[in-house]
């Protein structure tokens, strides 16, 4: 399990800090953090997540949010990297060049439908053209989760962490290596879509390798916005905000960051016992030994009380993220707002069923029944009707 994702940043002063589960009233170090960089986004240089680590983890991706969010309201993609296939120049075997994209897109629907069977369902309810993009982007990170978590996993070194990040700096350049590349390739020219949050993603891969332990959740808040916040922040250009949406971009990416975020901590709590079977313990260790537990109690794997209550805690967490993504769904394009509130729906299910386990999370794995998934299907249908509040105040004028 690598996963991914984030946690959301309300600029508003009485924001609940997800990060403590305590309530955060008026923060100064989160409100001067933000009134820094919401009234001169366009000038603070950006020099990554991980240049500056007396940060937290939280500031440091929230800078990643707003260049995002930046980018989207200023629609501004360089024209000159958009990809050139030409004029329907013929190939050897007669297939143009606009053919060859089309293909490598469909190739891309291919892999999503092989191995995200509910995820490209809910992809087919977008219009075509969004739908293929979020193919090609779903491909790339499975791709990308597949180098350390895939058949070949035991031979990548950082080295080829390195060749496949520059792989992508030459897609983004326009300069794709495959076909799958080449879908891409096309989608960045296409959306506003910034490379860091996939730059963020490798480098998670990169802290998988070197990394079995979490010394707090500052650290596996950062380690979850790399391998899954990530997603949120590439999805949202594609899915696009709805046209009557009044709140601001910013509130938008930090939804889908939240989203990303509770979608990699319910996996983590979800395979807690698999993870252990390999060496890894991905739960915060100042939070476990606050709770009187250790990993030795992770790899006896016994739910005694202490577990129990610790377990009750990490899901409610997990649920608060759940509830900040569901702030941002109804912003969304209407077209995107169904398969999203479907994955939030069952994704978030799967905390009930670890419940419904008694919390054994070493030797049951919780999932959601088919009978469960129908459900809910229509009830996120219902809810992806509603669409923006026509109350919400715009923070930043988009
Ligand atoms: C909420 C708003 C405004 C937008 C939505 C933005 C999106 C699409 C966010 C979702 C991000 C996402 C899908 C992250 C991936 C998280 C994750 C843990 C995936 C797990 O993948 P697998 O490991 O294949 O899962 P399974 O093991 O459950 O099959």
């Not at 409610?316 to 759940?322: G, N, T």
């Amino acid at each position: 399990m690598s996963g991914v994702l984030l946690w959301v940043v309300s600029p508003k002063e009485n924001a609940t800090s997800l990060l403590g589960l305590m309530p955060r009233i008026g923060n100064p170090k989160r409100s001067k953090f933000c009134s820094r960089l919401s009234f001169s986004p366009g000038i603070l240089a950006y020099s990554g997540a991980v240049a500056h680590p007396s940060r937290s983890s939280e500031e440091r991706v929230y800078e990643v949010v707003l260049k995002q969010a930046a980018l989207v309201r200023e629609q501004r993609r360089p024209k000159e990297k958009a990809l050139d296939f030409g004029e329907g120049v013929e190939s050897s075997d007669g297939m143009t060049n606009w053919d060859l994209l089309n293909e490598a897109y469909d190739r891309c629907g291919e892999v999503c439908a092989e191995y995200a069977k509910t995820f490209y369902l809910g992809t087919l309810l977008m219009t075509p053209e969004r739908r293929r993009a979020v193919w090609a982007i779903y491909v790339w990170c499975r791709r990308t989760d597949e180098l350390v978590d895939g058949p070949n996993a035991s031979y990548i070194t950082p080295k080829a962490l390195d060749r496949w990040e520059k792989r992508l700096t030459d897609l983004f350049d326009g300069r794709p290596y495959d076909m799958y590349d080449a879908a891409l390739s096309d989608t960045v020219a296409k959306y506003p879509v910034d490379i860091q949050p996939f730059k963020d993603m490798v480098e998670g891969m990169r802290l998988d390798l070197r990394k079995s332990r979490y010394q707090n959740f500052d650290e596996l808040y950062l380690y979850c916005y790399y391998v899954a916040g990530t997603v949120g922040l590439m999805s949202v250009p594609v899915m696009g905000i709805s046209p009557e949406s009044k709140a601001s971009t910013e509130t938008v990416y930090n939804a889908a960051l939240a989203l990303g975020i509770a979608n990699q901590l319910t996996n983590i709590l979800r395979d807690v016992g698999e993870d252990a079977r390999r060496g890894r313990v991905y739960l915060p260790q100042d939070e476990l030994a606050q709770a009187g537990l250790s990993d030795d109690d992770i790899f006896r794997g016994k739910v005694t009380d202490k577990w129990q209550s610790f377990m009750k805690d990490q899901i409610k967490r997990a649920r608060m993220f759940f509830d900040e993504a569901e702030k941002g769904v109804a912003e969304l394009n209407s077209a995107s707002r169904w398969p999203v509130w479907a994955s939030l729906l069952l994704y978030r299910q799967i905390l009930d069923a670890i419940e419904a386990n008694g919390y054994d999370n070493f030797t049951k794995r919780a999932y959601v029944g088919k009978a469960k998934k129908l459900v809910s299907l229509p009830i996120a249908y219902g809810r992806a009707i509603i669409g923006p509040s026509k109350l919400t105040k715009p923070l930043v004028a988009r």
